[in-house]
């Protein structure tokens, strides 16, 4: 088992959370990126996994690697690496469907009062000088194309980090918008810890941004695939995180979450083999419709025959 760690990252500290024929999932560092083009950037997820998987990197692909989805630079945890052209086909498929499901794990700065809610801010590309690399939400200066977002956000615990008041919670993108959960923790006041991106460069004391890839489970069939790592925001890892009062645990949070969307899954299968039980009806319906007819049309043939032949 991988162990979590304030070290910076180098090329063995690749953490593995499970690994089958088709897929590998790493457990990203939080000071890497996944791949780079800038030749100075020597350590990156693809670096480390030729490192210790050179027999597995592909050579007909740029990164030797197939990444089925994307994780920021600061952000650690859960990423599912495909090892074959027909695998990265069949995830590529449950994200582009949306019946994957991700949640984080996020120390956002203050306390957050709702236990539960869904955040739906819409989210463009910034504009303004100096912020072309930031996404911002609809409303705000320099805010172009913004598309509808959605998250899940669930309090866990409650303390301080280096002495100031923070939350810890669990954080389910229901939409797949660039740096969404940063934005949507922004827009409601309550930043993530150490996000020094969308704090304007004042939250710059922290070791790292405290977001991370904590579960993932992707639909595949036969087999889905499920992994959840460990939790880096322990007082054990990081002693500047000083809970104080728990509202639930993460495991039972998980449990729930995941409970809930398989419940939708069943449904929308259900739903799925309803609507082709109806078609099928309507196709057998048809048919008998048209024997029926056939069979019709050939009787009043032959009567007129055979009234032809009496007249005769």
Known sequence: MHTMTT???????????????????????????ID???????????????????????????????????LDFSTSGALCVALNKAAAGRAYRCFKDRTVTKAYLALVRGLVEKETQTLEFSIGKNSSEGKTHMMCIEGTEGCENPKP????????????????????????????????????????????????TYSSGADDAPYRMMLHAHFLHIPLEPEPLLVSGEDPFLPTLDPKWLPQRSLRTLTT??????????????????????????????????????TKEEIEEQTRQCQEWLSEWAGD
């Open 7 to 33: 070290e910076p990252a180098s090329l063995e500290s690749l953490g593995v959370l499970f690994q089958s024929d088709d897929f590998i999932v790493v457990d990203k560092h939080w000071d890497i990126r």
């Open 36 to 70: 780079s083009k800038m030749w100075y950037e020597k350590h990156t997820v693809q670096a480390q996994l030729r490192h210790r998987f050179p027999q597995l990197a592909d050579p007909s692909t740029y990164y030797g690697f197939r990444f089925c989805h994307q």
């Open 149 to 196: 977002c959605q998250t899940e956000v669930t309090v866990l615990e409650y303390g301080l980090y280096d002495g100031d008041p923070v939350t810890k919670v669990l954080l389910q993108p229901l939409t797949g918008r660039t740096h969404q959960l940063r934005v949507h923790c922004s827009a409601i006041g309550h930043p993530i810890v150490g996000d020094f």
């Open 253 to 290: 949070t998980v449990e729930a979450l995941l409970e809930r969307r398989l419940e939708e899954d069943r449904k929308i299968k259900e739903e799925k083999r309803e609507r082709a039980r109806k078609e099928e009806e309507r196709r057998k319906g048809g048919k008998e419709r048209r």
